[in-house]
Structure formats: structure tokens, C-alpha cells
């Protein structure tokens, strides 16, 4: 998991902004992800890429939006449309997008409203 | 689609105790069951997984165990030291063209562990 880096590790956001939260990944891994976690909760899927130019809605899209145009890189946008986006952000990649290959996670980004 | 349950969402240990964390899914059809370990403030990390072909998997001190007719899984933490005080979570997945799943991860809302020096 060491080869998944995520930036920034805390992030400020004001309302009415739209941020973009990194992530990177040197694993050769063709499936990258994006969880959301609140406390007390578990992890909820955003997004996910199976492959590059392809990804998918998860079960929490709204609000958000990415990009696969690299296979390394899957970007998030958290934008003004995501009416509470405080929350702990997870990117993980797998080698395959089957859904039972062993997802690696990034170290988080903790994104704060202000 | 699968629904993951897992109980109980708090446990607290003595020193040197096991630990046993549940969880059941809904999906008859899920076939991969991973367990991560997150320590607080830090990325969650594969402690052990198994998958439906096994009814049973150790590593040292962890151990998960498999019921595919009740549907449900179970962690085993023996002899319980400290560090393993950290937050829990279980995962079912399917593969991806079975019953129109995704095959996507869906994990338990966690469980937190104490032990007690």
C-alpha cells in the first residue's frame, strides 16, 4: 500500500468551492477507487475505474465527479453540489476491477468545511 | 444488491483475551471476504481475507472463519496485545457479472477494539 500516495493530507474548503483531491498510485493496478468515511460508518464507494478512460458511479456519486485519463492518477472533485463533503477521503487501487482482487489503500485526505 | 452487517460496533478486552468480530452479508453469491485493520488517523490495511472455497484461514494470531450457508464470517484475535487496538472493518464482494453485482467491496460500519493493558 505503500505505492498509493494521496494530497493534500488536510484540506480546507470554503461553501460555493469546488476542490480537487489527488491520487496516485505506482502499482501498475488497473482498478482505482474512492471512499468516503464518516464516523461511525464504514467505507462508502464514490467512484470507481476498471480501466483507464472508464469509471463508474458508486453508491454515493452525488456531488462528486473524477477522471481516468491516466492509469496512475484518478482525481476527485468535491464540488459545491456536495451539500455536506466533511469526511475522511480513502483512494485504494486493486490489480483487477473484479471486485475480489486485494484493494490498497491510500493514506487519506481529511477534508474540512469552513 | 449485498448488504454487510457487522457486530458488534464497540468490543473491549483484557490484555491476552480473544476478540470475535461477525459480520453477515445478504448476497448468496459473494466470494471474497477481506478484513482490514485502521488504526486511528491512518489508512485501513488487509489484516487477512478468505475466499468462499475455504471454511477456514489462520495467520499467527488472526484467524477468519467462513459459514456460506448462514452467510455470515467471523475474526478471531487470540491472545489480544495493545497494538491490536484499532478499528475493524469486514468486506463482502461478488464477481462482477453474477446477479448484476458490481463486484465491488461493501463494508461493515466497523468494529472499535480495546485492549486493556
Known amino acids: 500500500d505503500g505505492g498509493i500516495t494521496q494530497s493534500p493530507k488536510y484540506l480546507f474548503r470554503k461553501e460555493g468551492q469546488n476542490v480537487t483531491l489527488s491520487c496516485e498510485q505506482n502499482l501498475n493496478h488497473d482498478a482505482m477507487y474512492w471512499y468516503r468515511q464518516d464516523p461511525g460508518q464504514g467505507l462508502r464507494l464514490i467512484y470507481y475505474s476498471q480501466i483507464v478512460n472508464d469509471f463508474q458511479k458508486g453508491d454515493i456519486a452525488e456531488g462528486y465527479s473524477v477522471s481516468r485519463e491516466k492509469k496512475e492518477s484518478f482525481p476527485l472533485t468535491v464540488t459545491s453540489a456536495q451539500k455536506n463533503p466533511t469526511a475522511f477521503y480513502l483512494c485504494a487501487s486493486s490489480s483487477t476491477g473484479t471486485g475480489t482482487d486485494t484493494q490498497y489503500f491510500g493514506p487519506g485526505t481529511r477534508l474540512t468545511v469552513l | 444488491g449485498e448488504n454487510v452487517e457487522q457486530h458488534p460496533s464497540t468490543l473491549s478486552v483484557q490484555e491476552g483475551d480473544s476478540a470475535v468480530i461477525k459480520c453477515t452479508y445478504s448476497?448468496?453469491?459473494?466470494?471474497?471476504f477481506p478484513w482490514y485493520k485502521q488504526e486511528l488517523g491512518k489508512r485501513p490495511q488487509l489484516i487477512i481475507d478468505i475466499r468462499s472455497n475455504v471454511g477456514e484461514k489462520k495467520d499467527q494470531r488472526i484467524a477468519v472463519t467462513l459459514n456460506k450457508t448462514a452467510k455470515h464470517f467471523s475474526l478471531h484475535i487470540t491472545e489480544t496485545q495493545p497494538e491490536d487496538s484499532a478499528v475493524y472493518f469486514c468486506?463482502?464482494?461478488?464477481?462482477?457479472?453474477?446477479?448484476?453485482?458490481?463486484?465491488?467491496?461493501?463494508f461493515g460500519k466497523g468494529t472499535k477494539l480495546s485492549v486493556k493493558p
Open positions: 448476497d448468496s453469491a459473494s466470494n471474497y
Open positions: 468486506a463482502a464482494a461478488a464477481p462482477p457479472d453474477y446477479g448484476g453485482s458490481q463486484g465491488n467491496l461493501i
